[in-house]
């Protein structure tokens, strides 16, 4: 399996950032670009940009840095999986109404198969975690499934015994 991390941001002059985003920002209290106590908010190479300690990824683990919600906006991300041969996505992470939902339906438009782990995605607002999480479900599933992590690690688990008693 690949891990790949990815983490919004934009250039320091914010050229990549859209005006409506940045005047979204302002108004929301937190401009884009702002200083701040971790450094200029939303600005790759800044402290506050970076991935917390516990979620550091690994050598061998892919960063996607994106200037928007979606994981496949602005990037090489759908390049990476092709050339992989990946066809189906763990999608995890934060926040669950705005970049998961965000990558979830560009992936589902690019003809992968999504899963989205419910108890591995975060919001600031529970009702609107739990709402983004129902919209997926809908209609037999038109954004994928939605699973928590202990059924990931079952299945993990499975897959992992498979190929061990077949060597």
């Known amino acids: 399996m690949h891990v790949i991390h990815t983490r919004e941001g934009h250039v320091a002059d914010l050229s990549d950032c859209p ?3 940045l005047l979204r920002s302002r108004r929301a209290g937190a401009e884009i670009g702002a200083n701040g106590p971790l450094g200029r908010l939303l600005v ?8 917390v300690d516990e979620l550091r990824p690994r050598a061998n683990e892919i960063v996607i840095d994106k200037p928007g919600y979606s994981a496949f906006h602005g990037t090489d991300l759908e390049t990476s999986l092709v050339s992989r041969g990946i066809s189906q996505l763990i999608i995890t992470g934060i926040t669950t109404e705005v970049c998961v939902s965000s990558t ?8 992968y198969v999504c899963y989205t782990v419910a108890d591995a995605c975060a919001s600031a607002y529970s009702d609107l975690h739990d709402a983004a999480l129902r919209m997926i479900a809908v209609e037999g599933g038109v954004f994928g499934a939605v699973v928590e992590s ?6 993990m688990s499975r897959v992992d015994n ?6």
Do not use: Q, W
């Open 19 to 21: 005006p409506y985003k």
């Open 44 to 51: 790759r190479g800044e402290y506050g940009h970076d991935f």
């Open 104 to 111: 979830l339906r560009s992936a589902v438009d690019r003809g």
């Open 150 to 155: 202990i059924e990931v690690l079952d299945a």
């Open 162 to 167: 498979a190929i061990t008693n077949k060597r």
